[in-house]
Structures are given as structure tokens and as C-alpha cells.
């Protein structure tokens, strides 16, 4: 089945880390930029971070930089979000997804990561 | 960074209307732009990529078109199931960015 799972979101103190991880299956991983694109509650999206698919760029968006690191494992098909420094604001629903320039064609459920003392 | 705004924010129609909404860039992204539909609670769906090209399994009702700076998405005849809110994205530039959204509601 094509599908990606997030895993690894939780309730997390300001200043915490938190690592989210994504499974990819049912298509070829290493063939694709990857991205994380996140929703606060109630609110519209933001593309966070992407990843070319041989790992060579990577981008992040201003609010995230330095804190935020993404990685690939083309071998496992997997992605990692190393989040640090956390800020309530940073509180959202993480979607791992398929895409980086014109599209994002597939998304993985999401995981909720909270932010709050 | 390219800012999107969409309008309007809240359209209000009745099953077998058609649904026009619309995406303007703060500058150009050529062609890169993007629809997705998102269901509360659900994650979103890709309709539309490269302004106009549909993707894989979404209706032929979805339509879209524009260029440059101004681009619309078109429900030809609404569908119980289309009431949900739409996005329009941007892949010109880096970091890639998304409109506040439309609402489409059940008149």
C-alpha cells in the first residue's frame, strides 16, 4: 500500500526536543524530494522544512532554523524531524509528505505535537 | 516571500452550484501553483498542480486555470462531499507558502 505514517508527536514543556519520525511504503522513496508541512489548530498550512531525494539540500523555513533538523534514510525509506528549542507556537499537526516544489501529491496522517507547561 | 491571498473567504452555495474561487500572488509563480482540499480532521488532498493539470483519481468537475499572478479553481456542479475548505500553494520559490484558505459551506 502507498502510505506514510507519522510517529512520534506528544506533549512536550517549551525549551523540550521532540523527534517525529515517518515510514514511507508502496512507492520508490528515493525518488522524491520529501517535506514536513505543519497546521496549528484552526489555522491554514506551512511547509517547514524539505529535502531533496538524495539528502544533498535541504531547506528551512526562518522560524524553524536552527532548531529544527530534517533527515533521510533512503534505505529504510524513512524521514526524521529532530525538533528542539520548542516554542508554543511551534504546537501543530506535523504532516509528512510526498513533494517540495510544485506539489505535495501525498500526505501521511499527521502527528500532533503540543508545546505547553 | 510570495504571499497568497485567496477570496473569498467563505463561499456559501448549495449542492449543484458552481464554485468559484481564486488565488492572487504577491508575484508571479509562473504555472507552480497548486490546489489541495482538506475535510476537518483529515488531512489534505492534491486537486489541481501546474495551475491546471487535475491529479491522479480527482473529478473532472475540479478545473483550474491561471497564470502569472491570478489563478482560479472551478467546482463545476457541487457535490455533497466538496464542502471543505481549499488551499492554493505555491512552488516557485523557496519557502514554499499556501493561501489562508476558502471555506466552501453548505448554503
Known amino acids: 500500500e502507498v502510505q506514510l505514517v507519522e510517529s512520534g508527536g506528544g506533549l512536550v514543556q517549551p525549551g523540550g526536543s521532540l523527534r517525529l519520525s515517518c515510514a514511507a511504503s508502496?512507492?520508490?522513496?528515493?525518488?522524491?524530494?520529501m517535506s514536513w508541512v505543519r497546521q496549528a489548530p484552526g489555522k491554514g498550512l506551512e511547509c517547514v522544512t524539505k529535502?531533496?531525494?538524495?539528502?544533498?539540500?535541504?531547506y528551512y523555513v526562518d522560524s524553524v532554523k536552527g532548531r529544527f533538523t530534517m533527515s533521510r534514510d533512503n534505505a529504510k525509506m524513512s524521514l526524521t524531524l529532530q525538533m528542539n528549542s520548542l516554542r508554543a507556537e511551534d504546537t501543530a499537526v506535523y504532516y509528512c509528505?510526498?513533494?517540495?516544489?510544485?506539489?505535495?501529491?501525498?500526505w501521511g496522517q499527521g502527528a500532533m505535537v503540543t508545546v505547553s507547561s | 516571500e510570495i504571499v497568497l491571498t485567496q477570496s473569498p473567504a467563505t463561499l456559501s452555495l448549495s449542492p449543484g452550484e458552481r464554485a468559484t474561487l481564486s488565488c492572487r500572488a504577491s508575484?508571479?509563480?509562473?504555472?507552480?501553483l497548486a490546489w489541495y482540499q482538506q475535510i476537518p480532521g483529515r488531512a489534505p488532498r492534491l486537486l489541481i498542480y501546474?495551475?491546471?493539470t487535475r491529479a491522479t483519481g480527482i473529478s473532472a468537475r475540479f478545473s483550474g486555470s491561471g497564470s502569472g499572478t491570478d489563478f482560479t479553481l472551478t467546482i463545476s456542479s457541487l457535490e455533497p462531499e466538496d464542502f471543505a475548505v481549499y488551499y492554493c500553494?505555491?512552488?516557485?520559490?523557496?519557502?514554499?507558502?499556501f493561501g489562508p484558505g476558502t471555506t466552501v459551506e453548505i448554503k
Open positions: 509528505v510526498r513533494g517540495g516544489y510544485s506539489r505535495f501529491d501525498m
Open positions: 508502496g512507492f520508490s522513496f528515493s525518488s522524491y524530494t
Open positions: 529535502m531533496k531525494e538524495d539528502g544533498s539540500e535541504n
Open positions: 508575484q508571479s509563480v509562473s504555472s507552480y
Open positions: 501546474d495551475a491546471s
Open positions: 500553494q505555491q512552488g516557485s520559490n523557496w519557502p514554499l507558502t
